[in-house]
């Protein structure tokens, strides 16, 4: 996955839905701080799509410890070439935590995977020129830039929307959604603005983030969206 187009991942926390997914989804999205075994199940993998595997520190709304072993996992599951994209903290890679996770990007580098960089913002949305900020920050970092918050109001997707066409106009790799109700239409509107990564659960009672649509759902909103812009 290299995110020069849009790219639809099934997120989830068990590659058993990788069947299930192949219809609407270019990717899965393994997220390894609610996954049982994810090494294992990387071993194991036989499936035809490409994976990104996200392993999300505590103070980043995941599940993982701090510890130098969340960043382990990560190096080891580059290591499988079903891997093809990581996803790093940005405040991870700019001196937050206890440990280096610039040694992942590299390993990742090294085994021919992307890069992707995100920052969540879970109480409120900034304004446009602070996640323009943010998201040129974390492309300074990945392949991609991504960045989700929590909107409260229709201003609020609006900002996120105009620093996603401002960051793709100047050439920049970004991925952004906004999470809530108030911002849930912006997981379909935001690839015409430039965003290049889209996540989804296969069932919709698996989000992993407020305000998912289903797989299925997203594809055919993105489609729809795109065949008439």
Not at 110 to 127: K, Q
Not at 165 to 189: D, I, K, N, Y
């Amino acid at each position: 996955m290299d995110f020069t187009s849009f790219t639809l991942l099934a997120a989830g926390s068990d590659l058993a839905i990788e069947p299930a997914a192949r219809e609407d989804a270019d990717g899965v999205e393994l997220r390894m701080d609610f996954a049982d075994a994810p090494l294992s199940q990387l071993e194991a993998y036989d499936g035809d799509l490409p994976l990104l595997v996200t392993n999300r520190a505590e103070w980043e709304g995941g599940e993982a410890a701090d510890t130098a072993e969340r960043l382990d996992a990560l190096e080891r599951a580059v290591e499988y070439d079903a891997v093809t994209a990581v996803d790093l903290e940005l405040a991870a890679l700019d001196g937050a935590g206890d440990h280096d996770a610039g040694r992942v990007a590299e390993h990742a580098r090294d085994h021919g995977a992307s890069v992707v960089v995100s920052t969540h913002d879970f109480e409120a949305t900034p304004d446009r020129d602070a996640i323009a900020d943010r998201l040129e920050e974390a492309c300074t970092y990945g392949d991609v830039g991504k960045m989700a918050s929590t909107a409260h109001s229709p201003d609020d997707v609006l900002a996120m929307l105009g620093a996603t066409r401002e960051l793709s106009a100047a050439g920049e790799r970004v991925a952004t959604m906004c999470m809530g109700e108030a911002g849930r239409h912006s997981r379909a509107v935001a690839p015409l603005y430039g965003s290049r990564i889209g996540y989804a659960p296969v069932d919709p009672a698996e989000a992993t983030a407020p305000g998912q649509y289903d797989l299925a759902t997203l594809r055919s909103l993105v489609e729809q969206l795109s065949s008439e812009s």
